[in-house]
C-alpha cells in the first residue's frame, strides 16, 4: 500500500511540478515500476507515463532525463519525447530551440561515439540516439544544414571509433531517405534530399574508400560494407565501374570469411543492375568470371551442399542465401551477355553452383533459386519455339537441302546439363497440390489436411509451370528421370513418403505436356507400377501414402484415360476399392478423383466399350449401394454429382436409357424420403425430430448435387416429390413461427428451430438449382413456369413476408431472381405479386442502417435488377408508391458504401433509364417525376469522395440523363409551370438549376467554373472518354478532391490494363501444352 502511495505521489508531481525542478529520480521510479513484470503498482505507472507523454513541454526536460536518469529505461523515455517533439513540433519551435536539440544530440552523440568503452556498453543507446538525429537531419538538412555530409566526413578520419558510428548515421539516413520515406515526407522533400545526398556523395565515397583500404578494424569494415550496400541501388555508375570497388569486394573482402557475406551483398547490388548500356556488358561478365574464380577457391560447383548447410554456423547458412541472391539476381539481369562464347563456360558453372544451391533443405532459398528457374525454363522455351519456326521456314526457302551450317543452333543444348539437374531438383522437390487431402504430420503419420497453406500453392504453380516448360525443351530426359526414380520406389531402394509423393505430385504436374504417344508409353508404366506398389506394400499408412498417389495421378491424365478404356475402368474400379478405405482422407479423395475422371471421362461410361456387355454406367447403378457403403454423407453427395456429371452426357453416341438411370440412381434417397413421408402421414410432428431433420437435409443435399451436374433431366426426378417438398417447407414455417409467438425472437437461436431452418434453407436450394438447370426437352419454361411458381407462392412467398425479419432467408430472393432470369417473360403475370409480397418487408429490413442483413441487401438489388432486365414492364403494373420504392431503393444501393452494392444500384439505374427510354408510353411520366432527382442524387454520390471506384457509371448516367433533356427527348416541364416564366425550356432550367445547386454546395468554385463546367455537360459532341476527361478536371478542382489520392477516379483505365494483362497471361497458358490443368480445359467434344 505504502509503495502504492509513493508512485501515485511520484507520478502526480511529475504531472504537476508546482514551479519545482523537474525531478528525474522520481521518474526513474516510475519507470522501475512500469517496467517490473511483478511489480503491483506496474498498471498505475504504465499510466503515468503515458500522461507524462502527452505533455505538451516534456521534450524540454530530456536533456535533464538523459543526463541525469539512472535507469536505461528512463533515457530511452526521455529519447522518446525528444523523437515526438522532433516529428510533430519542430516548424513551429523558435529556431534558438531547433538549434539547441541539434547541438544538443550531436554533441552526446559525439561524446558516447567517441569512446570505445562506452560506445560499447551504451550501444543500444547510441543507435536510438542515432535515429533521433536522423529525425533532425529529415527536417533541417540540406536547406539549414548544408555543412552535415562534409563535418561528418572531416570528423569521420580523426577517430575509428567515431568513424564507425558516423557510417551507422550515413546507412540509417540512406535508409530513411530512399526505403521509408514515401509516407513520412512529402515528395518535394525526398527529391531534394536525394539530389543533396547524390551531390554530396564523392565525399562518403572517398570516405568508405579510405576505411576499406586504410582500416584494420572489423566491425567498422562491416559496417562500411553494410552502408556502402545501402548505396549501391541509386549511386552514380562511375563509382562503381571507374573506381577499384569491384576489385576491393572481390579480391580483398570477399575472400575473407569475415567480410564474405557483406562484400557478397554489394556485389549483389551491383550484379542486379539492369539495363544499362551494352558498353558495360564486357565489365559484368569479367566481374561474373571473377566471383566464380574466387568461389571456386571456397566450393567447386560439384560439392553436394545440403549437409555443410544443415550442420555449418548460421554465418555459413546466410552466406548460401546471399549466394542465391546474387546468382539469381545477376542471371536475370545478365543473362544474354553472359551467352557469349568466350563466357559460356562461366555461365553454365554459375548455373552448376545455382544447382547445388537449389538442393539445401531451405524453404525461403529454393524459392529464391524457383524464381530464375522460371524465368530461364520460359526464356528457353520461347527461344525454342521461335527457333523452331525460323528453322522450318528456312528449310521451305532451301528446298529440303541441309541448312545446318546457316541455321544458328537452338540456345537449349548450351544448358542441357544444367536443365537434367534442375529436373531432378524439381522432382525432388515438388511441393504438394491443392488436390491432395492426405499429408504427412509433424509426428510423422499420415492425416486428412485440414488447413489450405496458400504459400505452398503458389509455389506448386510456380514448380509445376517450370517443370512443363523443361518437359517441352527435353521430354525424354524429364520421362527418364521420373522413371528412374519411380524403379527407385518399387525395388525399395529409395521408398520413402516423401519421395514417392515428391516424384507423383511432378509426374502429375506436367499432364499435357508430352504428346499423346509419349504420354501413353509414359504413364503405362507409371500407373502399372503404382498399382503394383500398392499390392506389395503392407501397413496402413503405406497404403494410404500409394493410395492419395495413386489418384492424384490418374487424375491428372484424363486424356490418356479416355484413350484407354482397360486402363480407364481399371483406375474406376481402384477408386471404388479405396472407397471402402476409411484411413482418413482417402475415400474424401477417392470421391474427388472420380468426380474429376467423370467430368472428362462421361462419353466412355455412358457407352458401349469393347469388349462390354453393356455400358459400364448400367453396371455402376446397380452396384452403387455396395460402392457407397463405407461413405460418409457429404462423399456420398460427392458420388452422386459424379455419376449424375456421366448421366448429363446426351450426345447422339449414347444410347442408353438416362430417365431409367436416374431413376435407378435415385431409388435409395427415393426410399427413404418415401419412408420419412409414410411417418409424417401417420404422425406430423415425426417432421420435427432431430434425426428426421437430419435424414431430410441429406436427402435434399444429395438431389441437389445430382440435379446441379445431371442437368434438365432431372425433372423426371424433381416432379415425384415437388408437393411433399412444399409440405415439408409449409410444416417447417408453420412451426418456426409458432415457436417465435410463444417464445419469443430468443427462439431463432434454439437448436431445433436452427435445424429448421437449414433444412428450409436446403428446400431453397434445390428449387434455385432445378429452375437454373431447367430446360427444354424435360422442363420446358412454360411447363415449369405454370407447375412451379404457382404452387411456390404462398408456402414460400407468403411465409417470407409473414415471418419477423431474423428468420427470413435470403435464399427467398435469390429464387425468385431466378425464376425471373431463367424464365422471364413466362412469368411476366406473377412479377408483380411477387414483387409486391417482398419488397416493402425487405426494404425496411435493409434501409435501418449500412450493415444488417447483409446477404438479403445484396439479393434483394439482383432481384430488382433482374426484372429491370427481363421483366420491366411489370415493375409498372404494382402501385405507385411501390414503384417509387423501387426507385427510391435503387437511389439508396448507388449510395451504399458497400462497393458490390452500389455498383449493382448503378447498373440498374442506368438499365432501368435505359428501359423507360424505350417504353414510350412510361417514358415521360416517368422523366417528370424522378428525372431531375436522379441527376442530384448521381453529383452528390460522384463528389461525396467515397465511390470514385463508381466514376465510369457516374460520367455514363449523368452524360445519358443531360443529353436526353438536350436532344428534346425530355417533352413534360421539369419545372413547375406556374412558378416560371413563360418559354422556359427543360435545357435552360436544367443548365440554371445544377448551376446553382454547385455553387450552393461548393463555396470554392467561381461562376464562371461552375458555367464553363455545365455547358460541358449539355455537349453533345463528346463521346463518353470526353465526357469522362471533362468530368474529371472538374471534380480535381474541388477543394475536396484536390488534397486526396484521386487514382479511384481512373479505376476503369487500371481495371482495362489489369484485364488486358490477364488475357495476356491466359492466351499464353492456352498457348502452351500442359500449363492449363486438366480440370481447366474446356471439352470441345462434350
Known amino acids: 500500500m505504502a509503495s502504492m502511495m509513493r508512485i501515485e505521489a511520484a507520478a502526480q508531481k511529475l504531472l504537476n511540478p508546482n514551479g519545482d525542478a523537474f525531478d528525474v529520480s522520481l521518474l526513474d521510479d516510475v519507470v522501475t515500476a512500469a517496467y517490473s513484470p511483478t511489480d503491483p503498482n506496474r498498471a498505475m505507472a504504465n499510466k503515468a507515463l503515458m500522461a507524462l507523454q502527452d505533455t505538451p513541454d516534456i521534450w524540454t526536460k530530456a536533456d535533464a532525463i538523459l543526463e541525469r536518469a539512472q535507469n536505461t529505461q528512463s533515457r530511452f523515455f526521455g529519447l522518446q519525447v525528444l523523437d515526438d517533439a522532433i516529428r510533430v513540433r519542430w516548424r513551429v519551435l523558435p529556431t534558438e530551440q531547433r ?26 543507446f547510441l543507435s536510438k540516439l542515432n535515429l533521433t538525429l536522423v529525425q533532425v537531419l529529415k527536417q533541417e538538412w540540406p536547406q539549414n544544414w548544408p555543412s552535415f555530409i562534409p563535418d561528418l566526413v572531416g570528423s569521420s578520419k580523426t577517430n575509428e571509433i567515431l568513424c564507425e558510428n558516423n557510417v551507422q548515421i550515413l546507412k540509417l539516413l540512406s535508409e530513411e531517405i530512399f526505403d521509408f520515406s514515401r509516407d513520412q515526407m512529402v515528395t518535394s522533400k525526398v527529391k531534394n534530399m536525394k539530389e543533396s545526398l547524390n551531390s554530396e556523395f564523392a565525399a562518403i565515397y572517398h570516405l568508405c574508400e579510405f576505411i576499406l583500404d586504410q582500416s584494420q578494424r572489423p566491425t567498422l569494415l562491416k559496417v562500411t560494407l553494410q552502408t556502402l550496400q545501402r548505396f549501391l541501388t541509386w549511386i552514380p555508375l562511375g563509382f562503381i565501374f571507374q573506381t577499384s570497388l569491384v576489385d576491393t569486394l572481390l579480391n580483398k573482402l570477399f575472400p575473407e570469411p569475415l567480410y564474405r557475406n557483406d562484400s557478397l551483398d554489394c556485389l549483389t547490388e551491383i550484379g542486379s543492375l539492369a539495363d544499362l548500356e551494352p558498353d558495360y556488358d564486357p565489365i559484368f561478365c569479367k566481374l561474373f568470371s571473377g566471383f566464380l574464380v574466387r568461389l571456386g577457391n571456397i566450393f567447386s560447383p560439384e560439392t553436394d551442399l545440403t549437409q555443410p548447410f544443415e550442420n555449418g554456423s548460421e554465418h555459413d547458412c546466410v552466406f548460401i542465401q546471399r549466394l542465391a541472391l546474387f546468382l539469381t539476381s545477376f542471371l536475370k539481369a545478365h543473362l544474354k551477355a553472359l551467352e557469349t562464347p568466350g563466357t559460356q563456360q562461366s555461365l553454365i558453372a554459375g548455373l552448376f553452383y545455382l544447382v547445388r544451391v537449389s538442393e539445401v533443405e531451405d524453404v525461403e532459398i529454393f524459392r529464391i533459386c524457383l524464381e530464375a528457374w522460371h524465368i530461364l525454363a520460359h526464356d528457353l522455351y520461347q527461344a525454342e519455339n521461335e527457333f523452331e519456326r525460323s528453322g522450318s521456314v528456312t528449310s521451305v526457302l532451301n528446298l529440303g537441302n541441309n541448312c545446318s551450317s546457316n541455321c544458328v543452333a537452338s540456345r537449349k543444348y548450351i544448358y542441357g546439363p544444367v536443365l537434367t539437374g534442375v529436373r531432378q531438383v524439381m522432382i525432388a522437390k515438388m511441393v504438394k497440390p491443392e488436390e491432395v487431402l492426405i499429408v504427412e504430420d509433424e509426428n510423422g503419420d499420415i492425416v486428412r489436411e485440414t488447413t489450405k497453406d496458400t504459400d505452398v500453392i503458389a509455389q506448386y504453380k510456380t514448380m509445376r509451370e517450370t517443370l512443363v516448360y523443361l518437359t517441352h525443351l527435353n521430354c525424354d530426359d524429364t520421362e527418364s528421370i521420373m522413371l528412374s526414380k519411380l524403379t527407385a520406389q518399387v525395388n525399395g531402394t529409395e521408398w520413402s513418403w516423401n519421395n514417392l509423393n515428391t516424384l507423383c505430385w511432378a509426374i502429375g504436374s506436367i499432364s499435357g505436356a508430352m504428346t499423346e504417344d509419349e504420354e501413353k508409353r509414359f504413364l503405362v508404366t507409371v500407373i502399372k507400377d503404382l498399382l503394383g506398389l500398392c499390392e506389395q506394400k503392407r501397413g496402413k499408412d503405406n497404403k494410404a501414402v500409394i493410395a492419395s498417389n495413386i489418384m492424384y495421378v490418374v487424375g491428372q491424365y484424363p486424356r490418356f484415360l479416355k484413350a484407354h478404356w482397360k486402363f ?34 462421361r462419353r466412355k461410361f455412358v457407352t458401349l466399350q469393347t469388349d462390354e456387355r453393356v455400358p459400364f454406367i448400367s453396371e455402376l447403378v446397380d452396384t452403387m449401394p455396395s460402392i457407397i457403403s463405407d461413405l460418409e454423407p457429404h462423399q456420398v453427395q460427392a458420388f452422386y454429382e459424379a455419376v449424375g456429371c456421366i448421366l448429363s452426357d446426351k450426345g447422339p453416341a449414347v444410347t442408353v436409357n438416362r430417365g431409367q438411370l436416374l431413376e435407378k440412381l435415385m431409388e435409395m434417397p427415393n426410399c427413404r424420403w418415401k419412408m420419412v413421408m409414410e411417418h409424417a402421414n401417420t404422425s406430423i410432428d415425426s417432421l420435427v425430430e432431430p434425426n428426421t431433420i437430419k435424414e431430410i437435409i441429406k436427402i435434399l443435399k444429395t438431389n441437389n448435387k445430382t440435379c446441379r451436374s445431371i442437368g434438365s433431366i432431372y425433372a423426371n426426378q424433381f416432379q415425384t416429390f415437388f408437393i411433399d417438398l412444399l409440405n415439408v417447407y409449409k410444416v417447417y414455417s408453420e412451426r418456426i413461427s409458432a415457436t417465435i409467438a410463444q417464445q419469443g425472437l430468443g427462439a431463432t437461436q434454439l437448436s431445433l428451430v436452427r435445424m429448421m431452418r437449414s433444412a428450409k434453407k436446403e428446400v431453397l436450394r434445390l428449387l434455385i438449382v432445378f429452375i437454373e438447370k431447367s430446360g427444354p426437352p424435360e422442363s420446358d419454361p412454360q411447363a415449369v413456369a405454370q407447375g412451379f411458381v404457382p404452387p411456390a407462392l404462398d408456402p414460400i412467398i407468403g411465409d417470407y413476408q409473414r415471418n419477423i425479419p431474423n428468420s427470413r432467408d435470403p435464399e427467398v430472393l435469390t429464387l425468385f431472381t431466378t425464376v425471373v432470369e431463367k424464365l422471364r417473360h413466362h412469368v411476366l403475370s406473377d412479377v408483380p405479386g411477387i414483387t409486391e409480397a417482398i419488397f416493402e418487408c425487405t426494404l425496411q429490413m435493409i434501409t435501418i442502417n449500412f450493415e444488417d442483413f447483409p446477404e438479403h441487401r445484396i439479393r434483394f438489388f439482383e432481384y430488382i435488377r433482374a426484372v429491370n432486365t427481363h421483366c420491366f414492364q411489370a415493375l409498372f403494373s404494382i402501385l405507385p408508391e411501390h414503384q417509387k420504392l423501387v426507385v427510391d431503393s435503387v437511389v439508396w444501393a448507388m449510395k451504399h458504401t458497400e462497393r458490390n452494392i452500389s455498383d449493382t444500384g448503378l447498373n440498374i439505374l442506368n438499365e432501368l433509364l435505359q428501359n423507360v427510354g424505350k417504353t414510350p408510353n412510361i417514358a415521360q411520366a416517368f422523366y417528370q417525376r424522378y428525372l431531375l432527382a436522379l441527376i442530384q442524387d448521381v453529383f452528390a454520390v460522384m463528389t461525396d469522395r467515397l465511390h470514385k471506384s463508381g466514376f465510369k457509371m457516374h460520367a455514363t448516367l449523368l452524360r445519358y440523363m443531360f443529353h436526353l433533356v438536350q436532344m428534346n427527348q425530355v417533352t413534360v416541364p421539369l419545372f413547375d409551370p406556374s412558378k416560371s416564366s413563360l418559354g422556359q425550356a427543360n435545357p435552360a432550367f436544367l443548365s440554371d438549376y445544377i448551376s446553382n445547386l454547385l455553387i450552393q454546395s461548393f ?24 465526357f469522362k476527361t471533362h468530368l474529371r478536371d472538374f471534380l480535381v478542382q474541388l477543394k475536396e478532391f484536390s488534397v486526396e489520392d484521386n487514382s479511384g477516379l481512373f479505376g476503369e483505365e487500371q481495371e482495362v490494363q489489369k484485364r488486358q494483362q490477364s488475357e495476356a497471361r491466359e492466351a499464353h497458358r492456352n498457348a502452351v501444352p500442359g500449363l492449363l490443368k486438366p480440370s481447366e480445359i474446356i471439352d470441345e467434344d462434350l
Open 99 to 124: 538549434n539547441g536539440i541539434k547541438n544538443y544530440i550531436v554533441g552526446k552523440v559525439i561524446q558516447v561515439s567517441s569512446d570505445e568503452a562506452l560506445a560499447s556498453s551504451e550501444k543500444v
Open 568 to 601: 480407364l475402368k481399371t483406375v474406376v474400379n481402384k477408386l471404388f476399392e479405396f472407397m471402402h478405405e476409411v484411413h482418413p482422407g482417402v475415400q474424401d479423395m477417392a470421391c474427388d478423383t472420380f468426380l474429376k475422371i467423370a467430368t472428362k471421362c
Open 1003 to 1026: 463555396p470554392n468554385l467561381t461562376k464562371s467554373q461552375v458555367s464553363e463546367f455545365v455547358d460541358g455537360m449539355f455537349d453533345l459532341k463528346m463521346d463518353l472518354t470526353t
